[in-house]
């Protein structure tokens, strides 16, 4: 049982570049997520996902879109690549509501 | 106000010492409440679910108080290996989406 598999582990981008950071998960939840963490701001929502077909946005969605096409995989694209999304990126998922998350091992991007 | 709030520390303990943290949350209908632990640029790990009765994992234990809207952790006999951020998430049952608090550093030192 892989649990949360995110890919890749480090990215480095020139400005305006476009890339996908890859999350999948082989629990079944329904639930998935990706977070940015910056230092001193702690975990922020980007996008969400509450079953295949369905996403929605978090607390800072700009710059990034989100596709849930199967309940396994959730991937985050970053349309042209920014300096201000150099951060860590967390993927997470969940069963169901009051459940604990599980997170992927995350994504150092810089972005020159 | 944040909707759950911790104190961001550090707090700086030596070996051997008690340590707890406390987590208030502004969201009276929240039902669902975790610790998790962050090392340094690492993935957050769960290191407990808070239940209402209490509940105790080795040197941690966990509490909860709804009347006063806020949860514990209290670690015992603090090893080195405590050192990180302890993370505060809280559910509200009609959400998917769980709130963080931004983290309580501990430090552990000889």
């Known amino acids: 049982n892989a649990g949360v598999t995110q890919t890749p582990k480090f990215q480095v981008l020139k400005t305006g570049q476009s890339m996908t950071l890859q999350c999948a998960q082989d629990?079944?939840?329904?639930?998935m997520s990706w977070y940015r963490q910056d230092p001193g701001m702690g975990l922020r929502l980007i996008h969400y996902?509450?079953?295949?077909?369905?996403?929605d946005q978090g607390e800072v969605p700009n710059g990034y879109n989100v596709s849930r096409s199967t309940t396994e995989d959730f991937p985050l694209r970053l349309l042209s690549a920014a300096p201000s999304q150099t951060s860590v990126y967390f993927c997470?998922?969940?069963?169901?509501?009051?459940?604990?998350?599980?997170f992927g091992s995350g994504t150092q991007l810089s972005v020159l | 106000r944040k909707e759950v709030e911790q104190d961001p520390g550090p707090f700086n303990v030596p070996e051997g010492a008690t340590v707890a943290f406390n987590c208030t949350y502004s969201?009276?209908?929240?039902?669902?409440f975790f610790w998790y632990r962050q090392d340094c640029r690492k993935e957050p790990k769960l290191l407990m679910s808070?239940?209402?009765s209490g509940n105790e994992d080795g040197r941690f234990t966990a509490q909860l108080n709804r009347a006063s809207q806020y949860i514990s952790l209290l670690i015992r006999d603090s090893k080195l290996s405590d050192s990180a951020t302890y993370l505060c998430?809280?559910?509200?049952?009609?959400?998917?989406?769980?709130?963080f608090g931004r983290g309580t550093s501990l430090i552990v030192h000889p």
């Open positions: 996902s509450v079953g295949a077909g369905i996403t």
């Open positions: 808070v239940y209402s």
């Open positions: 998430v809280v559910g509200a049952g009609g959400s998917y989406i769980p709130t």
């Open positions: 629990m079944n939840h329904e639930y």
């Open positions: 969201n009276s209908a929240s039902q669902s």
């Open positions: 997470a998922s969940r069963l169901g509501r009051n459940e604990k998350l599980f």
